[in-house]
């Protein structure tokens, strides 16, 4: 069981790192730093030789190889690939130990299935060209399959002692509703960076120097997008890309008051830790995004601000789903 625990902690911190680095990816306009999958121009690692260089560009000429794009890219594939191995070793050790509940088995089985679907999803992000669509869906999905991994580990710790935790219906309610609404702000999120929608508004607190800009929201949310151009760099104009932009910012002020009112409940019935990381995720969320609009959005504080939105989610789906 202990040994259990700690590959389950392990994959928890692994499944962090690769949402990060599936940030970077997606960030730094790599994601077709490598045209095929589940290799790199037709190679296991990345081309590195001048030889090799040659060969890749032969095999694909629409693509010219990169090799700053590339090493994201493939860093990304082995991580998670990595990932999945152990979300693998953690269903077989869970099936192993007699000890180990039922719900807990069921659990790391349903999740290697959910990672073999995530997987599926990475092949075609690739063969699909960034399709906003399937790149949104393979970033929730990554959320999700990380989030469980931590459910996992505290339904193993409170195998040895439950948590004093005792909410009342109507704060379950609220936290199963903060959950919900989160995970639409972080698609609203991925949407806005699947369709390079970030810098449709480069000011603040205005957007274009209007309180309401130009927008075309039809546009900004159509799912039927066509299938087969190549999306690096977006198709959208720019009143598309200004309405999901708009949606993410007043998304986030709307699952801002909502959980700083869920904090206001839990307080209430005594839960004061868990008030204080709610609230502490929030802010650092809030000067995240912020920052990302201010400072043109810097690398490293776009895949925090990617990484502080999984880390405020999942904090909720363990309060709602621990037991």
Not at 162 to 167: A, I, K, S
């Amino acid at each position: 069981m202990v040994f259990l625990r700690v590959i389950t902690f392990f994959s928890g911190c692994l499944g962090l790192i690769v949402i990060g680095l599936g940030a970077w990816t997606r960030l730094a306009d790599a994601g077709l730093g490598c045209p095929d999958w589940p290799g790199c121009y037709g190679f296991v690692t990345i081309p590195t030789s001048p030889e090799e260089i040659d060969v890749a560009n032969s095999r694909f000429p629409g693509s010219p190889y990169e090799l700053a794009k590339a090493i994201p890219e493939v860093v990304h594939r082995y991580f998670a690939a990595t990932l999945g191995f152990l979300i693998l070793c953690i269903s077989l050790l869970a099936h192993r130990e007699k000890s180990v509940s039922s719900s807990i088995k069921k659990l790391s089985l349903f999740l290697v299935l959910w990672v073999l679907l995530q997987g599926f999803f990475g092949y075609l992000t690739v063969s699909l060209k960034l399709w906003p669509q399937i790149v949104t869906a393979h970033l929730l999905l990554g959320f999700l399959t990380a989030s469980i991994i931590w459910l996992l580990y505290f339904k193993l710790l409170d195998e040895d002692n439950r948590p004093e935790w005792n909410f009342s219906s109507y704060t379950k309610r609220i936290i199963s509703i903060s959950t919900l609404l989160v995970t639409i702000q972080i698609f609203l999120g991925a949407w806005m960076s699947t369709n390079y929608a970030s810098f449709a508004c480069s000011d603040f607190p205005l957007c274009q120097g209007h309180i309401f800009p130009e927008t075309n929201f039809l546009g900004g949310f159509n799912l039927f997008q066509e299938i087969g151009p190549n999306y690096l760099g977006g198709q959208m104009d720019l009143e598309s890309r200004t309405a999901i932009h708009l949606s993410h910012r007043f998304g986030a002020i709307f699952v801002s008051a909502l959980i700083i009112f869920l904090s206001w409940t839990l307080y209430k019935e005594g839960y004061r830790k868990i008030t204080f990381l709610l609230l502490i995720l929030l802010l650092l969320q809030i000067l995240l995004g912020l920052s990302n609009i201010i400072f043109a959005l810097p690398l490293v504080v776009a895949v925090a601000h990617n990484l502080g939105g999984f880390v405020l989610v999942t904090s909720l789906i363990i309060l709602r789903l621990r037991y």
